[in-house]
Protein backbone atom coordinates (compact mmCIF):
# COMPACT_ATOMS: atom_id res chain seq x y z
CA UNK A 1 0.00 0.00 0.00
CA UNK A 2 0.99 3.62 -0.82
CA UNK A 3 0.28 5.76 1.94
CA UNK A 4 0.23 9.10 -0.61
CA UNK A 5 -0.98 11.44 2.76
CA UNK A 6 2.41 12.73 3.78
CA UNK A 7 3.42 13.64 0.86
CA UNK A 8 -0.30 15.46 -0.36
CA UNK A 9 -0.25 17.03 3.13
CA UNK A 10 3.32 18.78 2.38
CA UNK A 11 1.82 19.95 -0.77
CA UNK A 12 -1.88 21.12 0.46
CA UNK A 13 -0.86 23.37 3.95
CA UNK A 14 0.01 25.63 2.23
CA UNK A 15 -0.54 25.13 -1.24
CA UNK A 16 2.42 24.44 -3.36
CA UNK A 17 1.77 25.13 -6.91
CA UNK A 18 3.07 25.46 -9.82
CA UNK A 19 1.71 27.90 -12.84
CA UNK A 20 0.29 25.87 -15.15
CA UNK A 21 2.43 26.64 -18.03
CA UNK A 22 5.00 24.65 -16.01
CA UNK A 23 2.93 21.51 -15.59
CA UNK A 24 1.74 21.54 -19.76
CA UNK A 25 5.88 21.71 -20.31
CA UNK A 26 6.32 18.60 -17.85
CA UNK A 27 3.37 16.58 -19.63
CA UNK A 28 4.51 17.75 -22.96
CA UNK A 29 8.12 16.03 -22.18
CA UNK A 30 6.43 12.87 -20.37
CA UNK A 31 4.36 12.15 -23.40
CA UNK A 32 7.50 12.63 -26.03
CA UNK A 33 9.68 10.24 -23.69
CA UNK A 34 6.99 7.65 -23.65
CA UNK A 35 6.08 7.90 -26.99
CA UNK A 36 2.49 9.09 -25.91
CA UNK A 37 -0.21 12.18 -26.02
CA UNK A 38 -1.05 14.98 -23.34
CA UNK A 39 -4.51 14.72 -23.01
CA UNK A 40 -6.48 17.57 -21.06
CA UNK A 41 -9.74 19.36 -21.44
CA UNK A 42 -8.36 23.13 -20.20
CA UNK A 43 -12.20 24.63 -21.41
CA UNK A 44 -13.55 21.78 -18.69
CA UNK A 45 -11.26 23.04 -15.99
CA UNK A 46 -9.52 19.78 -15.67
CA UNK A 47 -7.10 20.02 -12.67
CA UNK A 48 -5.00 16.89 -14.46
CA UNK A 49 -2.94 16.77 -17.83
CA UNK A 50 -3.29 13.00 -18.64
CA UNK A 51 -0.22 11.23 -20.38
CA UNK A 52 -1.71 8.35 -22.21
CA UNK A 53 -0.29 6.11 -24.34
CA UNK A 54 -2.82 3.55 -26.47
CA UNK A 55 -5.65 5.15 -24.93
CA UNK A 56 -4.42 4.14 -21.52
CA UNK A 57 -3.45 6.99 -18.45
CA UNK A 58 0.32 6.36 -17.72
CA UNK A 59 0.97 9.30 -15.84
CA UNK A 60 -0.96 12.81 -15.17
CA UNK A 61 0.62 15.91 -13.61
CA UNK A 62 -1.90 18.48 -11.65
CA UNK A 63 -2.27 21.96 -13.33
CA UNK A 64 -1.77 23.69 -9.77
CA UNK A 65 -0.48 21.12 -7.17
CA UNK A 66 3.53 20.70 -7.69
CA UNK A 67 2.34 16.51 -7.74
CA UNK A 68 2.91 14.07 -10.86
CA UNK A 69 1.21 10.43 -10.42
CA UNK A 70 3.39 8.02 -13.01
CA UNK A 71 3.45 4.32 -13.35
CA UNK A 72 6.87 3.23 -12.32
CA UNK A 73 7.54 1.32 -15.53
CA UNK A 74 7.52 4.58 -17.25
CA UNK A 75 10.05 6.10 -14.58
CA UNK A 76 13.28 3.95 -15.87
CA UNK A 77 15.63 5.88 -17.30
CA UNK A 78 13.50 9.07 -17.47
CA UNK A 79 14.03 12.27 -15.54
CA UNK A 80 10.91 13.16 -13.95
CA UNK A 81 10.89 16.81 -13.94
CA UNK A 82 9.38 17.17 -10.55
CA UNK A 83 10.43 20.89 -10.25
CA UNK A 84 10.60 20.71 -6.48
CA UNK A 85 7.53 19.20 -7.10
CA UNK A 86 6.51 15.43 -5.43
CA UNK A 87 6.10 12.26 -7.93
CA UNK A 88 3.89 9.14 -6.36
CA UNK A 89 4.75 6.18 -8.54
CA UNK A 90 2.12 3.52 -8.38
CA UNK A 91 2.58 -0.01 -10.55
CA UNK A 92 -0.30 0.12 -12.68
CA UNK A 93 -3.23 3.36 -12.83
CA UNK A 94 -5.78 0.90 -12.54
CA UNK A 95 -4.17 -1.26 -9.39
CA UNK A 96 -5.92 0.42 -6.08
CA UNK A 97 -2.72 0.68 -4.14
CA UNK A 98 -2.71 3.85 -2.77
CA UNK A 99 -4.47 5.45 0.41
CA UNK A 100 -4.60 8.83 2.24
CA UNK A 101 -6.51 10.59 4.79
CA UNK A 102 -9.59 12.32 3.87
CA UNK A 103 -8.86 15.36 6.01
CA UNK A 104 -5.51 15.30 4.02
CA UNK A 105 -7.17 14.75 0.22
CA UNK A 106 -9.54 17.48 0.97
CA UNK A 107 -6.91 19.86 1.83
CA UNK A 108 -4.90 19.19 -1.58
CA UNK A 109 -7.75 18.92 -3.55
CA UNK A 110 -10.61 20.31 -1.94
CA UNK A 111 -14.12 19.86 -1.95
CA UNK A 112 -13.76 17.44 0.63
CA UNK A 113 -17.05 16.03 -0.35
CA UNK A 114 -16.81 14.53 -3.44
CA UNK A 115 -13.96 12.31 -2.34
CA UNK A 116 -15.64 10.56 -0.11
CA UNK A 117 -16.16 8.32 -3.03
CA UNK A 118 -12.96 7.07 -2.49
CA UNK A 119 -12.26 4.51 -0.73
CA UNK A 120 -9.80 5.51 1.50
CA UNK A 121 -7.84 2.55 2.55
CA UNK A 122 -7.58 1.31 -1.24
CA UNK A 123 -8.40 3.42 -4.53
CA UNK A 124 -6.26 3.54 -7.43
CA UNK A 125 -4.91 6.28 -9.21
CA UNK A 126 -7.86 6.42 -12.01
CA UNK A 127 -9.73 6.85 -8.99
CA UNK A 128 -8.03 9.94 -7.73
CA UNK A 129 -8.00 10.89 -11.58
CA UNK A 130 -11.77 10.74 -11.12
CA UNK A 131 -12.38 12.08 -8.10
CA UNK A 132 -10.31 15.22 -8.51
CA UNK A 133 -10.51 15.88 -12.05
Do not use: H
Request: hydrophobic share 50%; aromatic share 6%.
Amino acid sequence: MIDVSDALARLGDPPVTWCEEVAVEIADYLARSVGGVVDWDKQADEEWLSILVQDARVAMVSTTLRLIVAEARISGGLQLPAQNGTVILVPSFDAPVMCCDITVLGRAFGEEEKLRELEMDTFSANDLWFATV
